[in-house]
């Protein structure tokens, strides 16, 4: 990791994590290289990266600005892991399950429609590593990661797959609120992901698309159960 890289991390985490309240006014550049001890060219370029993230108005002549919680960058990976690394943040862990739940199902009739043998291989080969890493827990969840991703692809849909990074990291944010490592529950989610991909190999577009349906209101339903334990609602 480079220097740059770290305090990217540690100015973004700074933020996201509440030191400096959204819509306020940052320490001017020449104050953060010295807070951070590093030169202009490596604070330019922290401040660039977080720019983009969506956690920085850069603002000519007035200065710096932490940006409204409202417009910071959730589909991003870096954005997620800090906001959720704090603690838990309900109404976050429920808008990220909405939005699976309203685009994985329309991805999963696509990739019904439109999926090639090439695209079929790689799904199966993530299945495969899931099913064969039952005991894994770290590596049934990349597999499963993969599963979703080689789904997103078989779109062919060269918008829908611009935002695989994002469905991906967003996928691995909430593992902690809807993921069961029971033997029992590692076979279920099994099944669900053979369903699906029995469903997309054999071209049945409504199949698949109820196959995600089910999958993901099976998730949305175990993080309400996580959620309402950590909030004390359950």
């Known amino acids: 990791m480079t220097k740059t890289d770290r305090l990217t991390e540690l100015f973004g985490k700074q933020i996201v994590q509440g030191a400096y309240a959204p819509g306020s006014a940052l320490p001017s550049e020449a104050e953060l290289c010295e807070r951070f001890d590093t030169s202009r060219n490596v604070m330019r370029e922290v401040i660039k990266v977080l ?53 994985e199902p329309t991805i999963s009739r696509w990739a019904a429609e439109r999926a090639t043998a090439v695209d079929l291989v790689a799904i199966e080969a993530s299945y495969n590593d899931m099913a064969a890493n039952l005991t894994n827990v770290h590596a049934f969840q990349e597999a499963d990661i993969l ?14 797959q611009q935002l695989s990074d994002a469905v991906s990291a967003l996928q691995r944010a909430i593992f902690d609120y809807t993921f069961l490592t029971g033997m029992d529950h590692m076979e279920l989610t099994i099944r669900e992901h053979k369903e699906l991909f029995d469903a997309i190999r054999c071209k049945h577009i409504q199949a698949a698309e109820d196959a995600s349906h089910k999958m993901v209101t099976r998730t949305a339903q175990r993080a309400d159960i996580e959620l309402g334990k950590e909030t004390g609602l359950s």
Do not use: C
């Open 51 to 103: 720019s983009t993230k969506k956690l920085i108005d850069a603002q000519r002549h007035r200065g710096l600005f932490v940006m409204p919680q409202e417009q910071w960058n959730y589909l991003d990976a870096d954005v997620l892991e800090w906001a959720l690394e704090k603690g838990t943040n309900p109404e976050l862990i429920k808008s990220l399950i909405e939005v699976r739940s309203l685009i």
């Open 147 to 160: 599963f979703h991703k080689a789904i997103l692809d078989a779109t062919h849909n060269v918008v829908i």
